[in-house]
């Protein structure tokens, strides 16, 4: 095969490592929602989780298996018998499942984590990939740690776990200590010392913790690995892992250089980062490469002059590679059903019937505040609509008094069922009176832990963007909400959260 045609496979470990983002929690539904749109981003393989760690990732990373069709599942699992069989359990009804297991080999994990003696591990290793391909043919061994193991023992794990049937053999950088130069040594290394490696899958997995993840990963492909572990928009442990778009354009970009090919979608870049935003909370920064506000934004006038004459001149790929909305039809309250359908589907929106008629309504009461509508509105909106819950309170009414010399007072009303409930209460600020208020109403009481407010668009009409966290029981739930009103916004957020609160209640009740 000649270098132009290699494929890099894309690892996606949004749902595993980058849910270990601090702060993040994905229930069942939004795990499911990732995924789908990870299959439709066209990555090769989806960590769905760690089915061991709990029971909610084991019903995750099982609903994924189950559900979407076309990548790999993959379910991560320690170098034991239990935590083997439970990943097998979860992903075993998956088109195509994996089973990743790891065990660390640096002395620093094997002597103080472990407390093992580095031949204990070895066996180990082995054991738990012997066992794991008899009860699947695809098999991923991670040495954890690796860049901080003797390079001699690496080699010696990665040679035994080829032979004790391992597929894909995964080299990570798990605290994000290598540079790109001595990385790509590392790999070099071991693909001489153990020629096996030419028969599997050579995998890499960076860490960001000196901002090089993506550095390392785009030196390890120049290496020889043919498949990148990365997240979306970064997410991940500490400072995160390599980022999924950054790796991709990079190769896409410089293909002159790499010579490789990933089978990434990448015009269904923008719309992944914005709902893993989303549903994890986790904002993106303005200056993020790729999907950041301003990735494609000019602001000096001699950028904004060379831009206009020829794109090219300060721009390297074109936001419409990533799928970067560009508006060509400006939406008011005067468009219909069929030019906001039409404008939807461009975004990369197909709604089902019941959704777009929700979605209408909120762009036509959004329309009647505000001139025009742009594209990242109407993704608010949508996303605003991507409730991965039933319901059980819904905002009907709200009525804030406040001022520099005013008590703040909110009166709420909300809907549950058919059951009309509502309440006034005093606060410290009009956000705070709502919120006590809503607690009032639904007599569930919960720690705020987290409370962010974006303008989702300039002017000052945009539609205000309200991220929440709650916490109950040790138990973190987010909420968003979307509105040009910032109080209305916070309390949908809210109310979100809440809602997703309650789901879980009700399940652990069943
Ligand atoms: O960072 C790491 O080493 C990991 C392994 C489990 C692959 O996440
Ligand atoms: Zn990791």
Redesign the pocket.
Known sequence: MSEVERQVRIFD?TL??GE?TPGVSLNVEEKVEIARQLERLGVDVIEAGFPIASPGDFAAVQAVARQVRGPVIAG?ARAVKGDIDRAWEAIREAERPRI?T?I?TSPLHMERKLRKSPEEVLAMAVEAVRYARSLTPDVEF?A???TRSEPEFLARVVAAAIEAGATTI?I????GYTLPAEFARLLTYLREAVPALAEVTLSV?C?NDLGLAVANSLAAVQAGANQI?CTINGL??RAG?AALEEVVMALRTRSDLFGVRTGIVTEQIYRTSRLVSSLTGVPVQPNKAIVGANAFAHESGIHQDGVLKDRRTYEIMTPESIGLPKSRLVLGKLSGRHALRQRLQELGYTLPEEEFQRTYEKFLALADRKAEVADEDLIALVEGEVVSVPATYELEYLHVASGNTTVPTATVRLRRGEERLEEAACGDGPVDAVYRAIDRLTGVHTRLTEYSLKAVTGGKDAVGEVTVRIQDDGQVFIGRGASTDIIEASARAYLHALNKLLYERSRGAR
């Not at 990570?172 to 605290?175: G, K």
């Open positions: 470990t595993r490592d270990q991560l990743h790891f660390a991670s954890e740690d690796a995964n990570p950088d798990t605290v997995h860490h572990e991940g442990e892992n």
